[in-house]
């Protein structure tokens, strides 16, 4: 006869069998709760993204890009040498006379032509669709920046000091919009994203693709929206509505 | 030939004598670190980390930067917050700073503070080191 004592006898000589029954809805509930544990590799169950609404961006408003600016530790200029990770863009159609303004930042892709070009493997992407340049082998040779159709990424063309410790930057690398990887490992929103609902104009949505319940899925599947250069096939994670 | 197994044999010799005479030298030698750490212990033993923090350093960037594991017991920020000297703040701003009193003396070039900051962030500073 089986009784409690007997079946966890059983299931300790069985150990990893019933240990990995047992955590799947613990670890299932700890990532719906809060998020990735530290030390969980980021994984493609995830794929972060955001979707910008540019009839709500605000005409002549820099929340964005001064919130960019702030948490990454970049100086704010936007002459040619200077490091612009987000930028504010007005369009205008020359028919109709319709006018826009909407953030442009690295977009994420999931075919990325940046990494394609990178010679050395600093270009990657993450599992969770993040594009990072993992400036500890990037040479410097500026081939993604050629590549990148969006003109997302800076070269850093001089020494810099006191950089942020979540964000270290240097001269000689090339770097772009991270979705600002430290925010979202602590299961935050990007800075641009937190600037822009706090200004008012809460234009940009950002979350899990993967997740139909998140608020970028939701918006996502409610409103039409397109990518930048749809044409490329990149599928960027960075989607835009109203353009 | 035998005269070169000779001089061979005398190169190691001599290489052996040499490094034996070096290492209690090495060894016996203080590293002139004016900056006491914060914490009461290092993440891993003296010794070990002397021989091996590099690979420690190493193994966790690619970890935390490639896949997002954002553990902090062999984070440089971690090492920062603890050893940035109560002078400078700093890890690496003068020759008795931590890395700096080291490395200046091993004649090993560091990469690190290119990029990374050789400073505690605001909120480490506030919050002290973590026990």
Sequence with gaps: MSDRRDFLKTSAKTGAVVAGVSLAPGVLFYGIAQGRAPEEAASDKRRYGMLIDTTKCGDGCRECVSACNTENGLSGKTGPQDSQWIRKVEIENLQTGAQHELPVMCQHCENPPCVDVCPTGASMRRADGIVLVDRHICIGCRYCMMACPYKARSFVHEPLHDQNPEVPRGKGCVEACTFCVQRVDRDESPACVDACQKSGHQAMVFGDLNDPASAVSQAMKAHASTEIRADLGLHTAVRYQGI | ?131
């Design chain 2, 1 to 131: 030939m035998t005269a070169r197994m000779f001089a061979k044999l005398w190169m190691l010799l001599a290489t052996l004598v040499v490094a034996g005479a070096a290492t209690p030298l090495a060894m016996a030698h203080e590293y002139d670190v004016h900056a006491k750490p914060k914490g009461e212990r290092c993440v891993e033993p003296t010794d070990f980390m002397r021989r091996n923090h590099m690979e420690l350093l190493k193994h966790h960037r690619n970890e935390a930067l490639r896949q997002g594991v954002r553990t902090t017991k062999h984070s440089l920020k971690g090492c920062v917050e603890c050893h940035a000297s109560a002078k400078t703040g700093s890890v690496a701003a003068s020759k008795e700073d931590f890395c700096v009193s080291c490395h200046a003396y091993t004649a090993v070039h560091l990469d690190c503070w290119d990029c990374h900051a050789t400073k505690p962030g605001k909120k480490a500073l506030k919050e002290g080191v973590a026990p």
